[in-house]
């Protein structure tokens, strides 16, 4: 009995450990996108973010280069909504590896649309990957990584 | 009156087309940044405040906390005050149609140099311009027309500047500055009007470049329209070539000299962002405005090359 309560408490100690500091967040991965030329845009397919209401969304560049050079690219995105009265965000730089909040707004449920481009005209294109956490996601034609 | 008018038409076409560019991009802005406005207002009508709690743009809330934190975070007067004068000139110049001038401006001063130059040659004037001046003159006279189209790009901008500072009611209050907006630069917005009067002298000798190259192509070819695509053709081989030429090819896999992509890209001399040394695309875009205008001094130097190719062009 004794050693059934130790068990049970260190259990119970551990279970709460683990889940000290976590949230769950769900976020969907776009690799190898292709930036275009000039002032040409990526725009993704919607992706339909859940009912949580208050997880603003971040999206994070995670490999960039330019497809001749080799160099990085200052990469720029916007987050559009596509429901009735839902905001879209003002473009922010995407610097390697940061997590970027877009803030206020973008925890409201439903269709969204990630817009990624230059953040100067190049003459050459640029090949690049983004985590693009929605907090919850209801559902995303890419894969979908994190849990609920 | 008329008469000015008509001498100067071309120089006019182009300012108006930069005129309805700058109104374009304000209403792009403002239709992409408030479009949600109208219908935000019907959801806190008839969803908040519960006068048509049947509508279809109620059932997306689930509850009174959804829908509260709906009105909370997208509150329309919240994002129009982050938009000050500074944050607003940038975002017009930056992410908007204006921005297409990044190579389109190129054009437009090739349409007013050789609109109003080209002319003399192909009706017949230049003759009567060499009877009632010394040549030199005459050069100096054409000249007088590149700098005053040059000056065009550089006055846009100031005019971007007036009216955002008017739209934004002269909000120079930088408190509220969303700092992860992309056209945010703390040097830029600490020092505002010094980062812009570089910008518009940048701007200056790129569009000085730009109307050189419209004088070249003018004694090289007989029709206007011609001589204005090969000088567009032109800027996109000198873009090309200081662009892959110089920093791909020779300082970037020759030299191993990296992440210099900025200031080789002339046509994006618009704006930079934080970390950018403005004095080398200064130094660059006056450069490349002193070789082009040694080239235009070495075309029209000779005076009786230039009477041939205007008497190519009127037989």
Known sequence: MKYLKGTLFLFVVTLCLSMAGVSARQY????????????????????????????????????????????????????????????????KNLPQGSNVDF????????????????????ITTATGSFNWDLGTIDSSPYPIKGSR | MLKKIK????????????????????????????????????????????????HEYCKVFKNKESL????????????????????????????????????????????IVLGTIHNHFSSGM?????????????????????????????VSLIIIFIISSIMSGF?????????????????????????????????????????????YCCKQNKNKI????????????????VYIGIYIIFLNKFLGLKELSDYFNIAGYWFFDEGSNLIIPLAISFLLQLISFIFVINSFKSKEKVVLAYEKQIS
């Open chain 1, 28 to 91: 969907t991965q776009l690799i190898n996108i292709k930036i275009p030329i000039w002032e040409g845009e990526f725009v993704s397919k919607q992706v339909d973010k859940g009912d949580d209401w208050s997880m603003t969304q971040k999206v994070k560049k995670t490999a960039i280069s330019d497809d001749l050079s080799g160099d990085g690219r200052a990469i720029e995105g916007k987050i559009q909504g596509m429901f009735h009265g839902m905001i879209t965000t003002g473009w």
């Open chain 1, 103 to 122: 803030g206020s707004g973008t925890e409201t449920q439903g269709g969204w649309k990630l817009h990624l481009k230059s953040a100067k005209s190049f």
């Open chain 2, 7 to 54: 001498h100067n038409k071309y120089f006019l076409l182009g300012s108006i087309l930069i005129l309805i560019l700058i109104g374009i991009s304000f209403f792009q802005f403002y239709q992409e940044n408030f479009s949600y406005v109208s219908e935000y207002n019907k959801i806190k009508e008839y969803c908040y405040e519960e006068k048509m709690p049947e």
């Open chain 2, 68 to 111: 509260k934190s709906y009105i909370k975070n997208s509150d329309p007067h919240k994002l129009y005050k982050k938009y000050d004068a500074i944050t607003l000139t940038s975002e017009i110049v930056r992410h908007t149609i204006f921005s297409t001038l990044q190579y389109f401006s190129p054009l437009i001063i090739a349409l």
């Open chain 2, 126 to 154: 230049f003759e009567n311009y060499l009877l009632r001046m010394k040549y030199k003159d005459y050069l100096k006279k054409n000249y007088k027309i590149a700098i005053k189209s040059a000056l065009i790009m550089p």
């Open chain 2, 171 to 215: 909000n120079f209050d930088l408190s509220n500055v969303d700092t992860s907006l992309s056209v945010y630069n703390e040097w830029k917005y600490n020092h505002f009007f010094l980062y812009g009067f570089i910008i518009c002298l940048i701007q200056f000798f790129i569009s000085l470049l730009y109307a050189n190259i419209a004088l």
């Open chain 2, 226 to 241: 011609v001589a204005i695509i090969m000088s567009f053709i032109i800027f996109i081989v000198i873009d090309i070539f």
